[in-house]
């Protein structure tokens, strides 16, 4: 089985969801190869953004990923690729090449238990409190998504 998490810039979001994804598939059990990427390159080569590898730091997670484009070839490669939110879910469904393609791409919030949240919100222009939603939510998502690979 293999992951592929997608945001924007592949810096936020994305890191923090394959970090908190790997710790917890691992805990699980759950034999799985995990990745990242962004549907923007204009992070390309750079670590996830400090202040979200210091917020997941704190709640037991290392975020090691180097941003990356998402590409025609991870469409193939990949079993399921998870989009943060509703643009980058369009926009991974607009660039698949098959319907098979795109029935691969799901979003993120199809696995949130509580309805507060429809997507996982960008903490890049906002304040310190948005790192830790994003971290609440791939907590959240990340345990239920593991309960959906186990069934499928
Ligand atoms: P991410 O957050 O998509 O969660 O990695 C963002 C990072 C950078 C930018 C936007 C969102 N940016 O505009 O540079």
Redesign the pocket.
């Known amino acids: 089985m293999k992951i592929l998490f997608v ?8 890191p923090a969801a394959e970090g908190i994804f790997a710790h917890k598939a691992q805990q699980a059990g759950l034999q799985v190869e995990i990745d990242s990427a ?1 549907t923007a390159a ?2 390309a080569g750079e670590k996830a ?1 400090r202040r979200m590898r210091q917020t997941a730091k704190s709640r037991g997670y290392e975020l090691t990923s180097i941003s990356r484009p998402v590409t025609n070839a991870d469409y193939e490669s990949f079993d399921y690729l998870i989009a ?1 939110d509703n643009q980058n879910y369009d926009e991974l469904r607009e660039k698949a090449l098959t319907p098979e393609q795109a029935e691969k791409v799901l979003r993120m919030r199809d696995f949130f238990s509580n309805a507060d949240y429809d997507h996982v919100p ?3 222009y906002g304040g310190s409190k948005g790192f830790d939603i994003v971290i609440d939510l791939l907590e959240e998502g990340s345990d239920n998504l593991i309960k959906f690979l186990k069934q499928h």
């Open positions: 945001c924007l810039g592949n810096i936020c979001r994305s962004g204009y992070h953004d943060m960008d903490p890049y």
